[in-house]
């Protein structure tokens, strides 16, 4: 039977004013010992390019959509007062060219003070007299043609704080998270029967984002559609519109939103039934493996270096190269097959912060010198979110760089030549970190969603 919370679509609503009690506390403690009083939290604004009339599409400030779920709304404004109700500037401006923002009617609505504004000018006449007890959260760099240029702006303690903060999830998090997780997974299985019918990776990418129901902009980040060769591209941002004639693999790293958290999910799928899917299932099951590690209080950093562990074993029994497991990762050899983290926070952004923080005081942890690519250097703790994604390419640069480094000689040419046109393999999961145990929401979702 499944858990009536996971599905009910009404959960939400019952857990946001947690979500925000959560919020406000970390707040308070933010700015304790600070001269602040007043935290405001931008929406963003769209953004000019300098030689064209047309802006870059809008996104929301993640830190202002944390507390509450506007993601098409620039020019509002949080006002957070200490031990006051938050007070929300709502800019609905009035005009013939675009659609007017409609007047807030959610269910978050109730929580704050709201304060309806049609004009930039207006915005001023309901900000905190007392600039200096003021702090400003945002990602517009242009924020003082609207008269902000005497309150302080991204304090980098205060950011900290609340970065180390938005490092574990409420329960209203999680389950925003879950809900993009299954729309993602719509699109992964609809992609993936586009790919067996031989259609080419621009027609995959749109068939993605219709049975995912995400636009362009919608999506958290660029979908990372790859055939063949291209899959040995980590972060491959082309859609090539003719079909291949002779496809073999496909890699797809591809995510959704929802209310402006993310997920990430990478599936990697053979054409044929062959010693690639073999190569496929074996990154799988060290895929699970690797989430059977996981353990609270542990660096992440000794998760990843188990990853290359389990990388060195694997590359040796599919004859890639030659060499004990401990040779293989003090050499570099594993660096050559497997270049980048295994993982990074996920959450409003999809590589979410927090990842070099050690304490709600905000001080940092220093990233690591041998893994120098790793977007998380701190301990697994409950409620965490984070991705879990070994992979396995065949990158020329990287291969050509050992003939200078003199590890070449552990290289097997002969089968890197035989796995090079498949370009690589990428499985990524996202994962939740229970009190015991964890959460996968990725197969969780797969395994909700039935295969078309």
Known sequence: MKDIKYTNTKYLEEIYSSHLDVLTNELVEAIKNTPFRYVIISSGAIKDRRMDDNPFPF????????WLPLLEHPNCYLIYELNKKPVLIYFQEIDFWHKSAELPSSFWINYF???IVNSMDEINNHLPSNKKECILITDDYLEDRYNFEIISINTKNVINAINYGRSIKTEYEIECLRKASRSAVRGHQVANKKFK??????DIHMSYCKASKHSENELPYKTIIAINKNASILHYQHYQKQKIKNPRSFLIDAGASYNGYASDISRTYAYNCNEFQSLIDGIDQMQQEIIDLIEIDMDYIELHIMAHE??????????????????LVKNKIT??????????FLGLQVHDVGGFLENPQGKEINRS?????LRLNRKIQENQVFTIEPGLYVIDLLINKAKVNGTYKML???????????????????IRVLDKGIENLTRNAFNESPVN
């Open 113 to 115: 003070e709201i304060i």
């Open 369 to 373: 010198d041998r893994y120098p690519f």
């Open 335 to 344: 660096d050559i097959f497997f270049p980048h983290g295994l993982g990074h």
């Open 412 to 430: 097997n040419l002969k089968q890197i030549e035989w796995l090079k046109p498949y370009g690589g393999i990428r499985i990524e999961d996202n």
């Open 197 to 202: 019918e031989g259609a080419s990776e621009f």
């Open 310 to 327: 389990k990388i060195a074993d694997f590359i040796q029994q599919i004859g890639l190269a030659n060499g004990s497991i401990e040779s």
């Open 59 to 66: 996104k929301t400030n993640p830190y202002f959509c944390r």
